[in-house]
């Protein structure tokens, strides 16, 4: 039967024929590929997300949200969490065309990943997990966003690198792609077979190496993943290894770790901590850099504890108390949580 798709379905199946099967012996073998291509589009989701006004991420990310996510078992789709992070009301947007409601399943604020599930009873067809710990140098890579936020591309890893977030995130060796995609946010990044490697997170102005003009995009690895899954279906949040959150947001400049933002009624600023302060130690650690302030920050091992922070300000030495509390108990819950 000759598969009946509408123009922008064709016009996305013939661009990924394109890059992953070059060359056709017959229209036999090419009607054989859409149907394949098309069973992995079918994994690939649109997502929707309202964010109420007195939500603590509104004014930074906004109020309504939209990216992409890729189905990962017959209940899930994996996406970047700050999409539906507070969400008031979260729309899944299928292949098909066809909308339905969703809710926020797990989120995990040290991956950034987040788990997002129908709420009414339908049949997801998962892409396979792959392994994002052996991804070659020369490999093609494909980023695959939803239909609705913009054609996928091909990509090369070109860099596994350090990456501080100014939101009191670290991740140890993300994935970095080169060129960029416009519609990195939530996208699933694949190899050749279709395993999801990876989910976009950012777009970076130096992918290729740091302070090298090369516009890519930042990647999750998925082997993140794996070990948290089933806490994030099964509780909503990861048990184990939990990381402090402390409320400020640190800036790197001149080896000087400088306070650029103070979360309101977070625990530095309950403490005190102001922006502009210049903080020198941690729990009597100097702190030469933003590496130096994520590892002894995180490296405390629980996420509710007194931390002494000393910072300068206006010249003089001040000494802080600072409670640290678990995020998920500062964000507003999710009423689809």
């Known amino acids: 039967m000759i598969l ?10 013939c661009f990924v024929i394109f890059i992953f099967f070059p060359s056709f012996t017959s229209a036999e073998n090419l009607i054989n590929q859409k ?30 949200r ?8 017959n209940k899930n789709i994996l996406t970047i969490g700050y999409l539906v992070l507070e969400a008031r009301e979260i729309t899944i947007g299928l292949f098909n065309g066809k909308k339905i409601p969703g809710k926020l399943t797990g989120y995990d604020h040290t991956t950034g990943f987040g788990i997002v599930s129908p709420i009414i009873p ?15 140098i020369d490999e093609k890579l494909f980023i695959l966003p939803s239909q609705k936020q913009g054609p996928g591309s091909e990509v090369k890893l070109v860099s596994r690198r350090p990456f501080f977030g100014w939101w009191e995130y670290y991740l140890e060796n993300p994935i970095y792609t080169f060129p960029t995609n416009q519609s990195w946010a939530g996208s699933a990044l694949t190899n050749a077979k279709g ?23 930042m990647f999750v690895p998925v082997n993140l993943l794996k070990p948290i899954l089933q806490d994030l279906k099964k509780y909503g949040h990861r048990k184990s290894d939990l990381k402090p959150y402390i409320g400020l947001s640190p800036i790197e400049n001149k080896g000087k770790i400088i306070v650029s933002r103070v979360s309101i009624d977070g625990p530095s600023d309950i403490a005190g901590i102001k922006k502009n302060d210049v903080i020198i130690s941690m729990n009597g650690n100097l702190i030469k850099s933003l590496q130096n ?14 931390i002494d922070i000393i910072v300068l300000r206006d010249g003089k030495k001040i000494d802080f108390k600072v409670r640290s509390k678990d995020r998920m108990n500062y964000y507003v819950k999710n009423k689809t949580y």
């Not at 939209?66 to 078992?73: C, F, P, R, Y």
């Not at 339908?122 to 070659?136: Q, R, V």
């Not at 395993?195 to 995009?217: K, Q, V, Y």
């Open 4 to 13: 009946k798709l509408k123009l922008i379905d064709l016009k996305l199946l």
């Open 35 to 64: 149907q394949m291509l098309k069973k992995i589009f079918e994994s690939i989701v649109n997502i929707d997300a309202k964010i109420p006004e007195e939500a603590r991420t509104s004014n930074t990310l906004g109020n309504f």
């Open 66 to 73: 939209e990216g992409s996510g890729v189905v990962i078992d």
């Open 122 to 136: 339908i049949e997801l067809k998962p892409l396979k997990i792959g392994n994002s710990d052996k991804i070659d």
């Open 195 to 217: 395993e999801i490697l990876g989910i976009g997170s950012l777009f970076i102005r130096d992918a290729t190496s740091p302070g090298i003009f090369s516009p890519g995009n």
């Open 293 to 306: 302030f994520y590892l002894y920050l995180w490296n405390i091992g629980k996420s509710e504890a007194l």
